[in-house]
């Protein structure tokens, strides 16, 4: 099944997906951009893609509106967007909830949320990209299903609220973990140490933590409640308070979670 | 420059070290380990190495001796260990200082820390493990910088005050980044979702991570400044008042440091 599709928005998603729909056989009908140029570094990538820089789509063959803006414009830009009959509004956000979309001229709403970090710079496999599906109505779940599936080989449906948690874990699983790494360059760069010398360990940690799950491959001296090393830490850090109650915090859970 | 080393100790750093040694052309003469079998379970992948149960090397005809034991052991062993005349001890510990060797019969001491986690049943690729090498002696100095090139391509001088540093950022890098992954696994868990969902956004955040540099990677509500959404996740975590303290804490830290 073969979509045509009108694209809301210019960032990191809109510039990775609306490509990659198209490598699937679908059709980008328009891209939506305050800016008129960032809209066209899209459909420049694209067949027969129009720019669009106002909201009204009476007349778009589309059937499928992808909204691909930020989070905080979503339900500003619902509620603006002039639709067709019979077309679908679907937004990609992690941490928005569907009734976002309530109030707009959509005969159908959803959710198609790609859970992965966009770059410009960075190609991505959309094969590997989890899809988050939602919609309360049967037909374009069913819809979002497939084109989901033209693009990658997972597709999980998941309500508002689940999707809420998986945010929360993703925070941890991403923000968090990558927020750690920067302490370490800070710690190292402070000591004029270079950070390569950590990469090898890093990408081993997390190959073993995926591998095994975090509880087993949890090494150092917070698992083996090492309190004389913990405190020599704690000491060394105490030139930045935060970061030493950071270190303190996290060691602390290490230890009960055990 | 082939070596005739003994290692003392059975656990993971052994278990890897011995065999690589090996390949690299060196000869292992003896494995010291308080249990004769799991000093033989090393030996039995090795050519001609002893196993040996007591702390006398007066008769080996070793010239390195490498500590791999536990950081609270290497001191007790290193004052109870007979060496032959004009031996080598090093340790292979990321914490423990080179003076913790300072009153054993060795002639020469130094350190020998290989900067990986080590796990019994995961492959090393010595070739990217980056050695730590010191010593006060500078024979000895190039002596283990000879060894490690042999293993590795990678060998950095680093003094026991810099390693004490890295130890720390490496306990962030690593332990704690692992860490946020176990709370990631938790907060799935809890709400009956799949942790695989996460896994091509954990990789894709350490590879950007790790080519980008860890400021420029970041992204998420925290270093977006939406509080809203910082608010919503800590009331979401209000089962766990510590892991909610370890996400306020660390999402400020982001916002502060950006």
């Known amino acids: 099944m073969k979509f045509k599709i009108a694209i809301i928005g210019t960032g990191n998603v809109a510039w990775h997906l609306a490509p990659a729909l198209e490598e699937a056989g679908h059709t980008v009908t328009e891209i939506y ?33 992808i909204l691909a803006v930020k989070d905080d414009s979503i339900m500003d830009i619902a509620d603006e967007i002039i639709l067709p009959e019979e077309s679908i ?15 707009s001229s959509a005969s159908y709403t959803g959710i198609f949320y790609p859970l992965q970090s966009f770059s410009r710079d960075r190609a991505i496999t959309f094969e590997e990209v989890p899809f988050l599906l939602e919609s309360e109505d049967q037909a374009t779940l069913q819809k979002l299903k497939k084109l989901a599936k033209s693009l990658s080989q997972r597709q999980y449906v998941v309500k508002s609220k689940d999707r809420k948690a998986l945010h929360v874990a993703a925070v941890f699983a991403s923000n968090f973990s990558n927020h750690m790494l920067r302490l370490a360059e800070e710690v190292m760069a402070r ?29 150092g001296p917070a698992v083996r409640e090492d309190l004389h090393i913990l405190e020599e830490h704690h ?9 030493a109650e950071i270190y303190r915090l996290i060691s602390q859970d290490i230890i009960d979670s055990n």
């Open 235 to 243: 000491q060394f850090l105490n030139y930045n308070e935060q970061v």
């Open 89 to 103: 509004l679907v937004h990609t956000s992690g941490s928005v909830p569907l009734s976002a979309l309530g109030y």
């Open 191 to 219: 000591q004029g140490l270079e950070f390569e010398m950590l990469k090898p360990l890093i990408i081993e940690t997390i190959s073993k933590s995926l591998e095994l799950g975090a509880k087993k491959a949890q090494t």
């Open 33 to 65: 951009g305050r800016s008129e140029k960032k809209a066209a570094s899209i459909t420049q990538k694209l067949y027969t893609a129009d720019v669009k820089t106002d909201l009204d789509f009476t007349t778009s063959e589309a059937e499928i509106f």
